[in-house]
Every structure is written in structure tokens, then in C-alpha cells.
């Protein structure tokens, strides 16, 4: 194999399509920003209209705003524009919460349409996020089930069990693993069993297609690729053949078909609306709508397929150079995955992690032992992954991350 050179680098940079994109961010000079798999750098467009709305918006319009400046509209207008994004239609999902107590709206919702006899198990992948997994032992619990586990290569020996619902997260967020949606959601399907997929490290990095796949439920996170910023709200997707039928365990006042006659009694609204519980978090969806606007810029330079096809070669190129340059790390990432690269390494990830954000090339440690890098089509460059690379390869050749002053933990890794 040829190795790519730095000239190479730079020459893929000038002939990229999606290179104007980076100017809609604020990127700091001199950063490698290799997290945006865990929180999206801030679009340029999002400081003004954040302004605007706490100023013009809450200072002026006060509560009218709700009506005048579309509030109440928000989670489903939001739904709306990240819909294309994975698959869905228009109508077809919400912007509410987190992405946990999401999970625990479709799974009880999904243990709830499941028939009584069969409505015994939620499976999840052993290596599947925690909150995932914390969200659907309890879900499980409150329901009378329990929650089980495999691994990835066990799932098609464990629906032979028929659980309920199956859980899973498309791509891992240890090792970019990326399952085929459509081919699992089909054999989960031929069992009877419902799919919740958790779409935090898809939406946004890889061509989704629910309704293509024929999935269940869906929910994803606002802050990482969809550039929402921190705590963002969180997404739900209902497939229309559940929507009318799905009861929400958490029926709020906003979920109900008219909030505004204030009955003594829930009514569900139709379709998935009825999955929004309390009033929107007007600020932080007003900042997800100019994140996720940002990523829809993409729409014109090819959207999701430019993405992926970059994001294939911006890992490839990552993987590439750190065989090459970096012997001590053993590449986790399989050939079908997410816009991500991990390493394993037994002795001083964490501190090898603080010894490059120090050199300003920003990646993540996920316990126990991996280094996991994320690369964010819209502003990556090719010649940032080959000198994150490089920097890596220094950090550990010159034994650098050995400093005491790396291995002190700090509260988010
Ligand atoms: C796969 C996955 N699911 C869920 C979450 C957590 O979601 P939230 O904090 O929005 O509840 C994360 C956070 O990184 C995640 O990676």
C-alpha cells in the first residue's frame, strides 16, 4: 500500500467539496477539534440568533412569543429538519428531553405494544452505552421484565429467545462499530420482536434510513453531530405504523391533543407528537435549530452521501497513518463503521488523551482503555487528521504522556 503523504494530504483538502462548510464554525486557531462525536464546535450562525431570541424574543415579546415567535412549534419544526437526516418523514419526530428519558418513553412504549405473552425481555448489547442500559434494566423492571444481554456476534442466537424489544446503538461508542440497521431490524422483526435503535453517534455522521429499514422507535442526541451544544435537547422517532397506537409513559400536558382546554384527563395527540411531556427548552432548541440548520448546509455540496464518502476517507487516512506511525496502539475500528476511529492501549490512555489536547489535538479516553477520535465531515480536514497523527505518534515515541500532570482525572474524560 502506498502511503499517503502530507502533500497528499493537503492536495485532498483543496479538491474537497464540503470544504466551505468549515467557515461555519468557530473553530479555535490552531485546534484539532476531534471530538465532535461527543459535543459539536458552535456554529458561527448560532451566538446572534441565540441573542435575538433572549432579547427580542423573552426581553419583548415575552409570553406572547410563545404564539409570535413559534415556541410552541419548536420540537416538531426541529423534528422536522432532522428528519431527512435519518430516513424519517416530515411528522415523524420530536425534539424533547435527553436522549435517556427518551429511551425510557419508547421502551415502556414499546414493551406496551409488545402481546402480554411475549412481553418479558428487553435485549441489549452488553457493550451498548450505559445510560442505555441503566434506562432499559428499569424500563424492564417497571414492566414486570428484566433486561438481557449479548454481544454483537451473539444477537442472532439471542432473538431466537423472542424478547420484546431489542435495544441497540447503531454505532458503538467505544469502537465506531456500526450495525446494519435494516438487516437486524429484519431478523428481529422475523421473531416478533420490536427495535429501538439509538442513533447519538449516527444522526448527523452516517446515512440513516428508518423507514427504510422498517425500525420501531428511534432516538438520537442533539449535541454531537447535530451541533446543538451542550445538554442539548434530544430527538424520538415513531414509525407511523406505531404513532397513532404508542402510549407515552410520561403523558404531559404538552403531549395531550389540546393542552390549552386544560381537562382534567390525558388525550393523547395524534401521531408522535404525544411523546413531548413538558414546555420546550426554548433556548437550547433555538441554539439546536441553528446546529442542525448548519449540517442541512451540507444539503447543497451533496449532504449525508459528500459526508459519509468523507468521513470513509477520513478514517481510512486516520487508521492508515496510525499503523504506520504508531505501533503501540491497536486499532479497534472494523471496516463497517461510524465517523469515528478507537485505539486500545492498556497502559496510559488517559493520560496519552491529555498529552495531545495539550498539543490542541482534542480527542476523548472512554474507559477502560480506549482513545477514541472523531472525525466531523463539515470541518475535518484531511491534513488535521494527518497531523493529529503525527502528534500522537510524538506523544508516544518521546514517552511525553508520562508527565504525573497527565494521569491527574479530571471529571469528564
Ligand atoms: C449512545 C449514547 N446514548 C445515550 C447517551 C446519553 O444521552 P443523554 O445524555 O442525552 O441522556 C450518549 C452520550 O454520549 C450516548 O453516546
Request: hydrophobic content about 45%; glycine content about 8%.
Amino acid at each position: 500500500m502506498t502511503m499517503t503523504t502530507r502533500e497528499q494530504a493537503i492536495a485532498r483538502d483543496a479538491a474537497d467539496p464540503l470544504a466551505p462548510l468549515r467557515e461555519l464554525f468557530e473553530l479555535p486557531p490552531g485546534m484539532i477539534y476531534l471530538d465532535g462525536n461527543s459535543l459539536g464546535p458552535l456554529p458561527r450562525a448560532t451566538p446572534a440568533r441565540l441573542a435575538q431570541a433572549i432579547t427580542a424574543e423573552w426581553g419583548q415579546g415575552l409570553i406572547g412569543s410563545w404564539n409570535s415567535a413559534g415556541w410552541m412549534e419548536l420540537p416538531r419544526r426541529i423534528g422536522d429538519a432532522i428528519a431527512p437526516l435519518i430516513g424519517s418523514a416530515i411528522g415523524q419526530v420530536v425534539v424533547a428531553d435527553s436522549t435517556s428519558v427518551n429511551l425510557h418513553k419508547v421502551l415502556a412504549a414499546a414493551l406496551r405494544l409488545a402481546p402480554p405473552a411475549q412481553r418479558r425481555v428487553i435485549l441489549t448489547e452488553q457493550e451498548n452505552f450505559p445510560t442505555d442500559r441503566y434506562i432499559a434494566a428499569e424500563t424492564a423492571r417497571m414492566h414486570g421484565a428484566s433486561l438481557e444481554s449479548c454481544s454483537a456476534e451473539g444477537l442472532d442466537t439471542a432473538l431466537t429467545s423472542r424478547p420484546a424489544v431489542l435495544l441497540l446503538t447503531q454505532v458503538n461508542y467505544r469502537t465506531g462499530a456500526m450495525h446494519d440497521m435494516a438487516a437486524v431490524t429484519q431478523a428481529a422483526h422475523r421473531v416478533g420482536t420490536l427495535v429501538v435503535w439509538d442513533l447519538a453517534h449516527s444522526a448527523g455522521a452516517v446515512p440513516v434510513d428508518l423507514l427504510g429499514a422498517s425500525a420501531d422507535f428511534a432516538v438520537g442526541c442533539g449535541y454531537k453531530f447535530l451541533n446543538g451544544g451542550p445538554g442539548a435537547p434530544a430527538f424520538l422517532w415513531v414509525h407511523p405504523r406505531h404513532a397513532d397506537r404508542a402510549e407515552n409513559p410520561l403523558p404531559g400536558w404538552l403531549g395531550h391533543a389540546e393542552p390549552f382546554d386544560f381537562t382534567a384527563d390525558y388525550a393523547p395527540a395524534p401521531g408522535v407528537a404525544r411523546f413531548i411531556c413538558g414546555s420546550p427548552a426554548v433556548l437550547s432548541m433555538t441554539a439546536l435549530e441553528c446546529g442542525v440548520a448548519t449540517l442541512r448546509a451540507a444539503d447543497a455540496f451533496g449532504g449525508m452521501a459528500a459526508i459519509r464518502a468523507k468521513s470513509l476517507a477520513l478514517t481510512a487516512l486516520f487508521m492508515e497513518r496510525a499503523a504506520a506511525r504508531c505501533p503501540g496502539l491497536r486499532c479497534v475500528t472494523p471496516a463497517a463503521r461510524g465517523s469515528q476511529v478507537s485505539f486500545a492501549r492498556e497502559e496510559g490512555g488517559y493520560a496519552i488523551i491529555r498529552a495531545l489536547i495539550t498539543r490542541g489535538v482534542i480527542g476523548d479516553f472512554r474507559a477502560a482503555d480506549i482513545l477514541r477520535f472523531g472525525v466531523t465531515p463539515l470541518y475535518t480536514r484531511f491534513i488535521d487528521v494527518w497531523d493529529a497523527v503525527e502528534h500522537l505518534a510524538e506523544v508516544l515515541e518521546n514517552g511525553e504522556w508520562r508527565q504525573p500532570r497527565f494521569a491527574e482525572r479530571l471529571a469528564v474524560t
